[in-house]
């Protein structure tokens, strides 16, 4: 996440002035909702595929970070900082790929071109499980301990606000959402959990 | 039998039979319930066991499913989508782990792929519930009912690495799994689901057994929790434990545990048979102790019951020995001791029954005994047996006058000199009373009479007792076998009958007379018929008169008793009179008489026949205090004076008994009744009792008249005395037996009163006799009696 964040301060720059989107995440029970993913997809307009990267790496057997939000075709690599190998797969329909036991940095990373959630798992590490959330849109963030999330450079348009959480049976209704610049708006968002 | 042995040996039997059944039924009834709650424990650990295999079975399926859901290449193959990739790889990888049946399903409940022939593709899992247990859990092992079969279905989800779908693997239970469990707990195995279309889906039994099985359990029907129930397999009784699975399916399988009793119950059987054999054992070795016990005791009892015997029979001589000191030696000595005392005693018996106790000398039973015992043994030498029966003379008269132990002592010293006087082999014995009796050997009658004289002799000395010197002489009746009888009762009848008759005839001893018997007999006869003499009128008087020796007048007439005996005849007074005064009928007799004699002389009086009739007493009727009163009232009755009556009395009457004799004497004295003493001169009255007596007349006995001649004989001076003696005591004198003239005027010339006899006349009959009084009268008898000789009788 600090890594993405400068990268879409880089991304967002011209957009001065720029809305933020607050989303609290909560679950019935008012309790925070960590690693969800809310983002805004904007309404009536096709965004072009972002021609970004971003990183999924793998310490001490787990996957880092748990939830990785990413633009449709963002090139993610899998890097493997540990000093054993490990064999990264999908079978998600969004993306199934493959990465046989490998040690350092794969020469090529693998890109996400289909909107969906791509379930990882490591073959020898069952407990190893990540998500990549591949969704149609730029503006987007995951939550904190505390459930809270915040979309920022968000350009002025109509947007709907969606949630994506891991173990997510059901997708809660989208939020529509109007935004002005440099408008500053919180949001609570309550899922069934 | 009902012996000792036999009852001890009985209640050995009962007793042991009773506790050793007792002791059978109770180790049966033990046995049979230990055997049962072992079996019932079998089963219950059995089903636990089963449990336990199943749930294991489960664990390490699922286990293993679990391992094949997380391959790689087959999760792979199932996101290929590709059915007939996903079918190949089911197949494949089910057969791995030896899976029946296997399904892929989605997170939804439909059925993506199975492995049979693509039935239920499509369609929702047939077991739901299993899907969403396994959604809880992660994943889930059940037991189904399928395609008729009993399973276990495990679902795990398959990874990649979130559950993308299920996958369902089935197990079947079958013979393999049941084996085990029956090689674990020895028990049979079999799954019903009364169900199913084969209720009884897998089995470890043979198939006839299965059958059975089956058919038994379609009755007891599904059960919701354990329960046992007993059945018939091929004959055999077995425990059934129903265990009721808890199923995926709520179909209701049940797991059968089956126990034989039969096999259950062959190590109790073999306890029970060995208890059984044990106890056989026992009964038949206190059997044998309680008869070896039993003879023990009574062997010894029955030696004494033999000796009991023995002595029941009157042998006394064998002792026993016994030289056991329990109880039963006790007894044998106790027994002996009494066997010794019973001898005494009977010795003792024998000895008072058979002699008497006061001479010493044997009794007439055993007298009798020795008589018959000798005549048996006379027969076989033909020798003779002799014997003597001897009667005390006078006897009473000593006894009354010096005293009972005077004529005990008397007794005693006969014994002892009669038994001195004869010879050892002899017997002497006293029968009774005074009387003796001697038995001997002899070979003659002349060692009887030798015998006899001896005795005769012996008894010659006085005796002297107490300072007393008396003579005793005795009667002795002789009688000899085989000479005079044949046997001994006869021949001690027969010697008492010479006795009697040498007592009568005043002889020391008398010889048995052939006949003599046969007198006897008829007195005994006419004893017994006496009794009805009276009653049948067969009694008669007959009148004797009595002469006035001065005036030649009859002034007296003596009635005299006749019997006519329809078969002996006109029977005289001495042939009956003694048996009368035996028998007790003399006081009947008197007064048949005196009222007869009164009568006829009252007639004879009221005719102007004077006449004083004259009655004889007995010595009897002088102890009849009555006699008196009836004779007045006779008297009265009658009209006659008691001047006209006489009675004659023997001097020996009067000296039976003199002082009541003379009372009545005087009383019918008093009353003006005549007395007159008969038989003068045979009695031994001494003439100061005479004169005490206070008779009118004096009868002269006729032994002293009948030989009457003119020269001059002893009886001369006899009658001559009598009659002055008689005149100067004032008593008027009487002579009978007068038979012919001489003896007529001797006695008209010594001055006697009064004569009578057949000189003058015979006894006639009452009417006779009237008749005879009426002749005398006319004929001038009254003048002086001049009578002309009649036949004398």
Redesign the interface.
């Known amino acids: 996440m600090t890594r993405t964040l400068p990268l879409l301060l880089l991304l967002l720059g011209p957009l001065a002035r720029a809305a933020t989107v607050n989303v609290t995440v909560r679950d019935a029970r008012g309790g925070a909702v960590n690693d969800a993913v809310v983002y805004a997809v904007p309404e009536g307009r096709e965004l072009p595929l972002a021609k970004k990267s971003a990183i999924m790496d793998q310490k001490n057997r787990m996957f880092v970070p748990h939830v990785l939000p990413v633009q449709t075709g963002t090139s993610v690599r899998f890097p493997n900082s540990d000093d054993i190998r490990h064999q990264v797969y999908s079978f998600s329909s969004a993306k199934q790929f493959q990465i046989p036991l490998y040690k350092g940095t794969p020469a090529n990373p693998v890109v996400f071109d289909r909107a969906g959630v791509v379930s990882l798992g490591c073959s020898i590490h069952d407990r190893m499980t990540a998500y990549v959330v591949v969704v149609d849109t730029p503006y987007f963030a995951t939550t904190d301990r505390k459930g809270r999330g915040a979309i920022s450079s968000v350009g002025a348009g109509k947007y709907s606000l969606r949630v994506w959480y891991p173990d997510m049976t059901t997708e809660p209704a989208p939020v529509p959402l109007t935004l002005a610049a440099s408008d500053n708006q919180e949001l609570v968002v309550t899922v069934r959990k | 039998m009902r012996s000792f042995q036999a009852k001890l040996v009985y209640l050995t039997v009962a007793v042991l039979v009773l506790l050793l059944a007792a002791i059978l039924i109770a180790v049966h009834v033990a046995g049979d319930r230990t055997m049962r709650r072992s079996i019932d424990d079998e089963l219950h650990v059995g089903s636990r066991v089963l449990d336990q295999t199943l749930t294991l079975r489960g664990r390490q399926l699922s286990i293993a499913v679990r391992a094949l859901a997380?391959d790689?290449a087959f999760?792979?193959a199932?996101?290929s989508a590709d059915r007939g990739t996903i079918v190949s790889a089911l197949n494949n990888h089910a057969d791995r782990v030896h899976a029946d049946a296997a399904f892929l399903i989605s997170l939804d409940g439909t059925v993506l792929a199975g492995t049979l022939g693509g039935q239920y593709f499509g369609r929702p899992f047939p077991v739901p519930s299993l899907l969403s247990e396994a959604a809880k859990h992660g994943e889930s092992t059940a037991f189904v009912s399928f395609e008729g079969r009993p399973y276990q279905f495990v679902i795990v989800p398959i990874?990649?690495?979130?559950p993308?779908d299920w996958v369902c693997m089935g197990f079947p239970i079958d013979d393999r799994v049941l084996n085990e469990v029956r090689s674990l707990t020895l028990l049979d195995a079999s799954v019903w689901n009364p169900a199913a279309e084969n209720p009884l889906m897998v089995s470890t039994l043979r198939q006839q057994q299965r059958t059975e099985l089956a058919s038994q359990m379609q009755q007891l029907g599904p059960r919701r929790s354990d329960a046992t129930a007993t059945i018939q397999l091929d004959n055999d009784p077995f425990q059934v434990l129903l265990h009721p699975l808890v199923t995926g399916d709520g179909s209701h399988i049940q797991m059968l545990l089956q126990r034989s009793i039969e096999e259950a119950r062959r190590p109790y059987r073999k306890l029970e048979l060995q208890i059984f054999a044990l106890s056989l054992l026992a009964l038949i070795g206190a059997v044998i102790a309680a008869i070896f016990f039993a003879r023990g005791v009574s062997s010894p009892l029955h030696r004494l019951a033999a000796e009991a015997q023995q002595i029941e029979k009157g042998d006394y001589s064998s002792g026993l020995e016994f030289r056991q000191k329990d109880e039963i030696g006790k007894l044998a000595g106790a027994f002996d001791k009494m066997r010794k005392a019973i001898a005494e005693r009977e010795e003792q018996i024998w000895v008072q029954a058979t002699h008497d106790s006061l001479t010493g000398l044997p009794n007439r039973t055993l007298f009798f005994d020795r008589v018959a015992y000798s005549i048996v043994g006379a027969k076989r030498n033909s020798s003779l047996v002799g014997m003597i029966m001897m009667d005390l003379d006078r006897f009473k008269e000593i006894n009354d006058t010096l005293g009972h132990h005077f004529g005990d002592q008397l007794l005693i010293e006969i014994g002892r000199r009669l038994r001195q006087t004869l010879r050892e082999a002899d017997t002497v014995a006293r029968l009774g009373g005074d009387e003796f009796a001697v038995m001997f050997l002899a070979d003659d009658e002349s060692r009887a009479i030798d015998v006899a004289q001896r005795i005769g002799a012996a008894l010659v000395t006085p005796f002297l007792l107490g300072g007393v010197s008396i003579e005793v002489a005795g009667s002795m009746g002789i009688a000899l076998f085989p000479s005079h009888a044949e046997d001994a009762a006869t021949l001690m009848k027969r010697a008492d009958i010479a006795m009697y008759d040498a007592k009568k005839n005043h002889l020391q001893y008398a010889i048995y007379e052939p006949g003599r018997d046969e007198h006897s007999l008829r007195r005994l006869a006419i004893l017994s018929e006496l009794r009805h003499a009276i009653a049948r009128d067969e009694l008669d008087l007959h009148y004797q008169p009595k002469i006035d020796v001065r005036t030649g007048k009859a002034v007296h007439a003596e009635a005299l008793v006749r019997w006519k005996h329809p078969v002996h005849g006109h029977l005289k007074p001495d042939e009956f009179i003694p048996l009368a005064e035996q028998s007790g009928n003399i006081s009947m007799i008197t007064k048949w008489v005196l009222r007869k004699a009164i009568t006829h002389c009252g007639e004879w009086n009221a005719s102007g026949v004077e006449l004083t009739v004259a009655v004889n007493l007995s010595a009897l009727d002088l102890f009849d205090a009555e006699l008196p009163t009836y004779i007045s009232g006779l008297l009265s009755e009658v009209g006659l004076p008691p001047s006209k009556l006489v009675l004659e009395i023997t001097e020996s009457a009067v000296m039976k008994d003199p002082i009541y004799a003379l009372r009545i004497l005087r009383d019918l004295k008093h009353r003006g009744v005549k007395l007159a003493i008969d038989d003068y001169g045979t009695g031994y009255s001494s003439l100061a009792h005479l004169k005490r007596l206070p008779v009118d007349e004096l009868k002269i006995d006729k032994s002293f008249v009948l030989n009457l001649r003119n020269a001059a004989t002893d009886d001369i001076v006899i009658v001559r005395s009598t009659i002055e003696l008689g005149h100067n005591m004032g008593l008027r004198v009487i002579a009978e037996g007068v038979e012919n003239d001489e003896a007529w005027q001797i006695l008209k010339r010594l001055g006697c009163d009064m004569a009578q006899g057949y000189f003058i006349s015979k006894p006639l009959p009452a009417p006779e006799f009237r008749a005879w009084m009426a002749e005398a009268q006319s004929s001038g008898v009254g003048q002086a009696f001049q009578p002309a000789p009649r036949a004398a009788g």
């Open positions: 997380s790689f999760r792979e199932v996101a990874l990649a690495p979130r993308i």
